[in-house]
Nanobody
Framework: QVQLAESGGGLVQAGGSLRLSCAASGDTFSRYAMGWFRRPPGKGREFVAGISWSGSMSGVAASVKGRFSISRDNAKNTLYLQMENLRPEDTAVYYC???????????????????WGQGTQVTVSS
């Protein structure tokens, strides 16, 4: 059992940067695979980035490759998403998610994640 809380969303102009944080509590954060997902207005939830227990395995969706990066600090029980060169199509509610997996891996399928934060709004103006 782990509780997740996102922060850092806001309104930015195209080309700007934003850093999202996800604070975890209640369980051993270092044994949860973590991911970022987003839900654009009127669309379904989509994978953004994921990271394994130790951070040795990580990746981002093709749509944000080269612009977004994921990291974690297990000592601080915190997950991060650094977003650079933001575009209007990045506008969405961003969620962090966790799954207590079987090894030092991550997954890009949302149904495998059991725990979710409430989300934080990111709006990118043109």
């Amino acid at each position: 059992q782990v509780q997740l809380a996102e922060s850092g969303g806001g309104l930015v102009q195209a080309g700007g940067s934003l850093r999202l944080s996800c604070a975890a509590s209640g369980d051993t954060f270092s044994r949860y695979a973590m991911g970022w997902f987003r839900r654009p207005p009127g669309k379904g939830r989509e994978f953004v980035a994921g990271i394994s227990w130790s951070g040795s395995m990580s990746g981002v969706a093709a749509s944000v490759k080269g612009r977004f990066s994921i990291s974690r600090d297990n000592a601080k029980n915190t997950l991060y998403l650094q977003m650079e060169n933001l575009r209007p199509e990045d506008t969405a509610v961003y969620y962090c998610a966790g799954w207590r997996g079987n090894g030092d891996v991550y997954y890009n399928t949302d149904i495998l994640y059991d725990y979710w934060g409430q989300g934080t709004q990111v709006t990118v103006s043109s």
